[in-house]
């Protein structure tokens, strides 16, 4: 960035790269870590190009919004080292991306418990990380489903411990990355059978959120996707995605 309006490239790469060495090899080390401990449930669920693709394109609209957001805020309190200061790169995108990636399996998990799907989801996925790190009676073992979440309020923490700007890009992050995946993001439970996102209600945006605040932001999701598929367009996408893959066997619920 050139102090006061980024370059046109960071559009694409800002989410790929950090503002220090301290944030890149911690960031980098988290990434590592949590490939390693799934590598057979990543590479299960999705194809190397997918997943590329859903960093691409999330990543792009992430720092849209995110930069429209600093522009918002300059304009309304006109004070520049707020939009200087205003966090623009962070490898906290992919680590997001992967745990939401991990509490979307989660849900399909819960999915064939409730629905008998085991012809669609292979059985065996799993839906707990083992961190491996031994405590008492055993290692200490993370349900998926509060990943994405521990993680943000863990940053938020470590933000607070060395007074450190708070990282509010991780909320545009998540909220992207989770609306590709749920719509868009092609899961395969095999060779043969794939979806294209995941529409249940496991997944949905309301789960992420206490029991309280869960009615309110289930209207305002349904105003945005009222909004976003006004033309059609979220449906269409999702057509087209599944007659391109052309499996055997294809789900797309709509």
């Keep these: 960035s050139n102090g006061h309006f980024p370059y046109v490239w960071t559009f694409m790469t800002s989410a790929f790269v950090d503002t220090s060495i301290f944030y890149f090899v911690m960031h980098m080390s988290i990434i590592n870590y949590i490939v390693i401990k799934n590598r057979s449930s990543f590479e299960k669920a999705w194809r ?25 805020i300059y304009a309304a309190f006109k ?39 085991v012809n669609f989801v292979n059985p065996t996925i799993k839906n ?3 961190t491996g790190i031994p405590f008492i009676s055993g290692n200490i073992v993370i349900s998926y489903s509060v990943l994405p979440q521990l993680y943000m309020l863990s940053t938020w923490f470590i933000c607070f411990i060395f007074e450190q700007s708070f990282d509010l890009r991780i909320v545009i992050d998540f909220f992207w990355i989770w609306l590709y995946l749920r719509f868009f993001m ?8 794939m979806q294209v996102g ?38 269409f996408t999702r057509n087209w995605l599944a007659k391109k893959a052309a499996p055997a066997s294809v789900k797309n619920t709509h």
């Design 48 to 72: 190397r190009r997918d997943f590329f693709m859903m960093l691409i394109v999330s990543s792009f609209l992430a720092t849209c919004t995110h930069f429209t957001l600093r522009l918002a």
């Design 79 to 117: 004070n520049e080292k707020s939009y200087s200061e205003f966090e623009y790169s962070s490898l906290n995108f992919i680590i997001v991306a992967l745990l939401l990636g991990l509490r979307q399996q989660a849900s399909l998990t819960k999915a064939i418990e409730q629905f008998n799907a």
């Design 128 to 130: 707990e990380f083992d």
């Design 186 to 193: 092609k899961t395969y439970a095999s060779e043969e059978q």
């Design 198 to 235: 995941d529409l249940s209600n496991e997944f949905a945006l309301t789960t992420f959120f206490p029991e309280r605040l869960q009615k309110p932001i289930s209207i305002a999701s349904e105003l945005c996707f009222a909004f976003f598929n006004m033309c059609g367009f979220v449906n």
